[in-house]
């Protein structure tokens, strides 16, 4: 009892101290393309602020803590405009961040990192899922919040394979990160047991994608487009580019479930998830920026988490240090999805549940049960240890 109660002095002391000092400020750049991009569904229109306004709010959080642990975390964006060099605007942006959030396209990004290597600047990829980026175009100085192609459509297919639905239809569009993501499907159908009895490729021509006429062309095209397919138990479609997808629910020629980039879609995050005390977190979110947080909110919000979890533990604001310990076996965040994240020491991708949901509620959470693994379940997800490529420099 002695013990405990001279502990609580000595931390109540040091909580003091650190009240009166000054604080130690630590400073989080956040950098992105300038513009959104446009969606087939009106409802779904992203915000100006999206992803940005997640890392603002894990500032907030940073702060509640640094209050006790005498550190002050600030966040200065910068958003690339059209014709801006976006190696320069980093550049500018590292000179007061030691840490920056990135939402950028996978070449940009790559570029970035290299120019900030040598500065000692530690990037959070927040936005790009390419697997390169794990992979082949790894960097040391880049860790990833956002979760990659590969951990979505394996999210995606142990859930399908769980509940029998074996038999895919897969429905490819023509863009390259429509192609991608068909890999990373079809890589998910080999690792799990399941056939893709047929493929097909649906061309995008071009031309206004919502027209008054839209509705009754698109009810007479996509159950033509569907029909005459082998039996198959579900339609997984294929389509990043956001061209056709959203019209195949309800409309093909079988009466089907369709996945993948409409109907159940994995996610790393969603405004239906209010499990694991998310609801609290929903709710300061919709309080501070009067809409719904999206994915890349929250993987905004948890790389500024990761830096203030990391500060805080090694009571430090060095860069270095920082990048260490977050890269280290003793490294955990909380991030409202069931169990502790961590990073993957071979290619600093966070290990994470990915969450199945259909437009209002959360379907399913991935890894499914029985799907194990020897060091963490959530190694099931993605490319493992022994798969990978990655050789960080």
């Given at each position: 009892m002695i013990r405990w109660f001279?502990?609580?002095?000595?931390?109540?002391v040091a909580a003091t101290q650190a009240l009166a000092a000054d604080p130690v400020e630590i400073n989080v750049g956040y950098l992105r393309v300038a513009g959104t991009k446009s969606t087939l569904s009106l409802v779904e229109q992203p915000a100006?602020?999206?992803?940005?306004?997640?890392?603002?709010?894990?500032?907030?959080?940073?702060?509640?803590?640094?209050?006790?642990?005498?550190?002050?975390?600030?966040?200065?964006?910068?958003r690339i405009k059209q014709g801006e060099d976006a190696v320069q605007a980093a550049t500018a942006l590292a000179e007061h961040n030691g840490f920056i959030v990135a939402d950028l396209p996978a070449?940009?990004?790559?570029?970035?990192?290299?120019?900030l290597r040598d500065r000692g600047t530690l990037l959070f990829n927040a936005g790009a899922i390419d697997e390169r980026l794990r992979e082949a175009?790894?960097?040391?100085?880049?860790?990833?919040?956002?979760?990659?192609r590969s951990m979505l459509a394996d999210a995606l297919g142990q859930y399908l394979v769980w509940k029998k639905w074996s038999r895919w239809l897969l429905v490819v569009g023509s863009h390259d990160e429509d192609r991608l993501y068909a890999d990373a499907l079809r890589r998910a159908a080999t690792r799990f047991g399941a056939k893709i009895v047929q493929e097909r490729t649906f061309e995008d021509k071009g031309g206004a994608r919502r027209t008054?006429?839209?509705?009754?062309?698109?009810?007479?095209?996509?159950?033509v487009f569907t029909q005459q397919a082998p039996a198959y138990d579900v339609l997984v479609a294929a389509d990043e580019s956001e061209v056709f997808a959203a019209y195949l629910p309800y409309r093909?020629?079988?009466?089907?479930?369709?996945?993948?980039?409409?109907?159940?879609?994995?996610?790393?995050?969603?405004?239906?998830?209010?499990?694991?005390g998310a609801t609290q977190m929903q709710s300061r979110f919709i309080r501070l920026n009067a809409r719904r947080m999206t994915a890349l909110d929250m993987q905004a919000w948890t790389a500024v988490r990761m830096i203030g979890e990391a500060t805080s533990r090694t009571k430090s604001g060095d860069v270095k240090t920082v990048t260490d310990f977050i890269e280290g076996p003793n490294f955990e965040i909380?991030?409202?999805?069931?169990?502790?994240?961590?990073?993957?020491d071979w290619n600093l991708q966070l290990r994470q549940p990915i969450l199945l949901v259909d437009g209002r509620m959360?379907?399913?959470?991935?890894?499914?049960e029985g799907f194990l693994h020897q060091v963490s379940e959530l190694d099931t997800l993605g490319y493992d240890r022994p798969e990978s490529k990655c050789k960080l420099k």
């Open positions: 001279v502990g609580l002095i000595g931390l109540a100006d602020n999206d992803g940005v306004a997640g890392a603002k709010l894990a500032i907030e959080d940073n702060n509640t803590t640094g209050r006790f642990t005498g550190q002050r975390f600030t966040l200065e964006e910068h070449d940009t990004l790559l570029k970035v990192a290299d120019a175009d790894c960097r040391a100085n880049v860790i990833h919040t956002a979760p990659t008054d006429s839209g509705v009754t062309l698109i009810q007479r095209q996509m159950p093909t020629w079988d009466p089907r479930p369709v996945a993948g980039s409409a109907g159940l879609v994995p996610r790393s995050w969603d405004a239906a998830q209010d499990q694991w909380a991030a409202f999805k069931g169990t502790r994240l961590t990073v993957r959360v379907v399913s959470v991935s890894p499914q």
